[in-house]
């Protein structure tokens, strides 16, 4: 004992103790503040998407080299840098690849070698669109051994199957971790039809199908539906009503983009905005992107576009915010063909030399496709570079 009082002790005790308590209950009190992550920078994707691959009779004599071998790389090669540029390529299979044995034909039934498959590959194409006119072109059997081909040589494919479970299985592609849902129809095959029993074959073209496998395919995991249709009227510049009328229920019953083929030229591409679950909601359509490789000569049929759809995911959502295009020439110039990226004010560079009709036709495409394809409010524009 020091001494010092009891009630000292008291009053030089009970304040510290307080002190300690209320120090306590202090701690207690303060609100406790959950870590929030920051947001994920968003991801920006680039899709490319080619037109028609026909391969003609011309096109199979030019690139054999008489021994039974095929070259089309050569083919692709002056817009092969364009096509790798994209995060992810695709491109609109109008030919089969069902075997020598079925023999290599051009119109009216087409059956390419698969070279031409490894060919598109290298090229920097990652997956076909199956459905279309002539995907019977060499019946059900040459259908399945096509995909048989395209998985040997490692293209992935939409639009066409082989059983029920593949039908029915959505082709849902994670490009740079935006899950994109690929869907593909056709509208006709030339009158050819299905053996019995064989209905899941062909992905034709019906907007309940539609709406019911791009729910389908968000409800397991899809950010993006991407549909490619087969469907118009040859040769013309411009769609159908009816093809707009489509176009718009497609937009929405969930389809964020639509890019259509079969006319063999090219055709407008628009925004089309429609209300979608009680909002409005805008796409894209592009009609039809002509032919990236055929032997059709004659004006807006020598020609196509490759179109690339600038997607973005954020916070906000997964859409596509922005539209360009690559327009490409079919040079035929001395037994030979070579698809031409066709840049503004630049000669395309190729290792045929440019036959007079060919130095004629290049500027008169690049004018043609400007005029029917830009659109400043819509930011729909040529890539410049």
């Known amino acids: ?117 490894w060919a598109a590959r290298a090229t920097g194409f990652r997956l076909l669109a199956t459905a279309n006119n002539h995907c019977l072109d060499k019946g059900y059997a040459g259908l399945a051994a096509t995909l048989d081909n ?32 690929f869907l593909n129809y056709t509208a006709m095959t030339n009158g050819i039809t299905l053996p019995k029993g064989k209905g899941y074959a062909v992905n034709y073209l019906d907007p309940d199908s539609v709406a019911t496998e791009a729910a389908a395919a968000r409800a397991a995991g899809a950010e993006l539906v991407l549909a490619m249709l087969h469907f118009g009227n ?43 679950d009680g909002k409005p909601f805008t796409g894209v359509v592009a009609y039809s992107l002509g032919n990236f490789i055929a032997d059709q000569r004659s004006r807006y049929r020598d020609s196509g576009i490759v179109l690339y759809l600038s997607i973005t995911k954020d916070a906000a959502g997964t859409r596509v915010d922005g539209v360009r295009y690559l327009p490409v020439y079919v040079q035929h110039s001395d037994h030979r063909f070579r698809v031409l990226p066709l840049l503004p004010g630049v000669e395309p560079k190729s290792d045929v030399p440019l036959a007079a009709r060919d130095r004629y036709r290049i500027p008169q495409v690049r004018d043609e496709l400007h005029a029917l394809l830009d659109n400043e409010a819509w930011g729909v524009s040529a890539v410049r570079e």
């Open 1 to 117: 004992m020091d001494g010092r009082s009891p009630r000292l002790w008291r009053i030089l005790i009970v304040p510290a103790v307080l002190g300690v308590v209320l120090g306590l209950a202090s701690c207690r009190a303060q609100p406790v503040h959950a870590q929030t992550a920051p947001p994920l920078p968003p991801i920006h994707v680039t899709v490319a998407f080619a037109g028609d691959l026909l391969i003609h009779d011309t096109i199979l004599d030019d690139t054999s080299d008489g021994h039974g071998a095929y070259h089309f790389r050569e083919v692709f090669a002056p817009t092969a840098p364009f096509i790798q540029r994209a995060d992810y390529a695709v491109a609109n299979l109008e030919t089969r690849l069902a075997g020598e044995g079925r023999g290599y034909t051009g119109y009216p039934c087409f059956n390419s070698p698969t070279d031409l498959g």
């Open 234 to 276: 040859e040769y013309q510049r411009a769609p159908t009503a009816a093809q707009r009328t489509l176009a718009a229920t497609l937009l929405t019953h969930g389809v964020d983009a639509l890019i259509a083929a079969h006319p063999h030229v090219v055709q407008p591409i628009e925004q089309v905005t429609v209300t979608r």
């Open 150 to 181: 395209l998985d040997a040589i490692g293209l992935a494919h939409v639009g066409t199957a082989r059983s029920e479970t593949e039908r029915h299985t959505p082709v849902i592609v994670s490009v740079k971790g935006v899950k994109t849902v």
